[in-house]
Antibody, heavy 119, light 110 residues
Framework: EVQLVESGGGLVRPGGSLRLSCAASGFTFNKYLMHWVRQAPGKGLMYVSA????????YYADSVKGRFTISRDNSKNILFLQMSSLRGEDTALYYC????????????WGQGTLVTVSS | QSALTQHASVSGSPGQSITISCTGTSSDVGFYNLVSWYQHHPGKAPKLIIYEGDKRPSGVSTRFSGSKSGNTASLTISGLQAEDEADYFCCSYAGRSTYVFGTGTWVTVL
């Protein structure tokens, strides 16, 4: 059974940093593109970042470019999102997603980890 | 990109069919046949129910079907059941490695 378990969320002050993790199991992690999306309170989902299966290609939404870094450890089956210079508008539930592979959809989601940026 | 537009809520009685629409632009929904649909029960992880506009993943009920016309994608749930009560949101590839999501539609089974 595929499982994606996010962790690392919490309360952080504006300008602070946080690292999210997503522990993956139940599939061959190193063969799949992985993604992060987020949902701010009362708002819709926003696509945040992606990383290729081997980690060589990354994508960032304009609103997080230069502040967030996506990475992965294929030896430990973990996806990361390093977030720095955090702002209030980064407050959201962050989801880790597995790419279904080749069809531009996401076949498994985690349950999310909440990041709150507030003084 | 702007979010894809969905009605906030739709309701139907058991056994009925309902259709949820997802309206984008000629740069996302209208350009790519790469709309996916997700079912989200509160407190659980979202579940993929349609991909590439009209394809169902293995194990997803045939009561769920997808289609597209112009800049609008649609999800139809036939034979509505109590367990279908959930939030449904769409997602479209929008080019340049990015995706845009719908605003979500809450389905109520009366």
């Amino acid at each position: 059974e595929v499982q994606l378990v996010e962790s690392g969320g919490g309360l952080v002050r504006p300008g602070g940093s946080l690292r999210l993790s997503c522990a993956a199991s139940g599939f061959t992690f190193n063969k799949y593109l992985m993604h992060w999306v987020r949902q701010a309170p009362g708002k819709g989902l926003m696509y945040v970042s992606a990383i290729s299966s081997d980690g060589t290609y990354t994508y960032y939404a304009d609103s997080v470019k230069g502040r967030f870094t996506i990475s992965r450890d294929n030896s430990k089956n973990i996806l990361f999102l390093q977030m720095s210079s955090l702002r209030g508008e980064d407050t959201a539930l962050y989801y880790c997603l597995k790419d279904q592979s080749g069809d531009y959809s996401f076949d498994h989601w985690g349950q999310g980890t909440l990041v709150t940026v507030s003084s | 990109q702007s979010a894809l537009t969905q009605h906030a809520s739709v309701s139907g009685s058991p056994g009925q069919s309902i259709t949820i629409s997802c309206t984008g632009t000629s740069s996302d929904v209208g350009f790519y046949n790469l709309v996916s649909w997700y079912q989200h029960h509160p407190g659980k992880a979202p579940k993929l129910i349609i991909y590439e506009g009209d394809k169902r993943p293995s194990g997803v009920s045939t009561r769920f079907s997808g289609s597209k016309s112009g800049n609008t994608a649609s999800l139809t749930i036939s034979g509505l059941q109590a367990e279908d009560e959930a939030d449904y949101f769409c997602c479209s590839y929008a080019g340049r490695s990015t995706y845009v999501f719908g605003t979500g539609t809450w389905v109520t089974v009366l």
